[in-house]
């Protein structure tokens, strides 16, 4: 059964650091494009980038270029969003989500999400 | 980017209704265009694929029609646990994008 599991809700306050998780299981880890998406409170969802783990191949939606950071370790079977210095408009739910197939393909699995709330 | 306009963004109907929902792109996108449904607080769950193709364990009341800009998702005879946030990507071009989103409420 493919699972995506995702680390647990964080709270950080503005100019922290902070890096979320997403394991695979139950399939091929390095085979799949995984994404990260976005969910504001209350709002719709945005992919921000997608990782290749197979070659690390990484790719961002331009909105997102240099504000987050996707990676992967393959030993682990885990992808990695992380933030260098978060702001409160980072405050959303995350969810990782693998696609089906190459990049020109839709998401089939989710992970259950990870709410980040970002708060002095 | 390729922008999904999904109307309405809200929709009130009774158990039993017969309801439908459009996604219009910007450019056309072959039939590469999926459809999901969002419960409050939980993952999205994939309804429709390639347009047209129910995913495994979907229930048949819901079907995806159309190819190339304008895309629809119906849903045959509204159940209880149909009320829900809906959906559509398109993942012709990346970046992939989303619809606004349709929500679905009890009248």
């Known amino acids: 059964e493919v699972q995506l599991v995702q680390s647990g809700a964080e709270v950080k306050k503005p100019g922290e650091s902070l890096k979320i998780s997403c394991k695979g299981s139950?399939?091929?880890?390095?085979?799949?494009?995984i994404g990260w998406l976005r969910q504001m409170p209350g709002k719709g969802l945005e992919l921000m980038g997608i990782?290749?783990?197979?070659?690390?191949?990484?790719k961002y939606t331009p909105s997102f270029e240099g504000q987050v950071t996707i990676s992967a370790d393959t030993i682990i079977k885990t992808a990695f969003l992380q933030w260098s210095s978060l702001k409160a408009s980072d405050t959303a739910m995350y969810y990782c989500?693998?696609?089906?197939?190459?990049?020109?393909?839709?998401?089939?699995?989710w992970g259950q999400g990870t709410l980040v709330t970002v708060s002095s | 980017d390729i922008q999904m306009t999904q109307s309405p963004s809200s929709l009130s109907a009774s158990t039993g209704d017969r309801v439908t929902i459009t996604c219009r792109a910007s450019q056309g996108i072959g039939d590469d265009l999926g459809w999901y449904q969002q419960k409050p607080g939980k993952a999205p769950k994939r309804l429709i694929y390639a347009a047209s193709n129910l995913q495994s364990g979907v229930s048949s009341r819901f079907s995806g029609r159309g190819s190339g800009t304008e895309f629809t998702l119906t849903i045959n005879s509204l159940q209880p646990e149909d009320f829900a946030t809906y959906y559509c990507?398109?993942?012709?071009?990346?970046?992939?994008?989303f619809g606004q989103g349709t929500s679905l409420e009890i009248k």
């Open positions: 990782i290749y783990p197979g070659d690390f191949d990484t």
């Open positions: 990507l398109q993942y012709n071009t990346y970046p992939h994008t």
């Open positions: 139950g399939y091929s880890f390095t085979s799949y494009w």
């Open positions: 989500a693998r696609l089906d197939g190459g990049i020109i393909a839709p998401i089939d699995y």
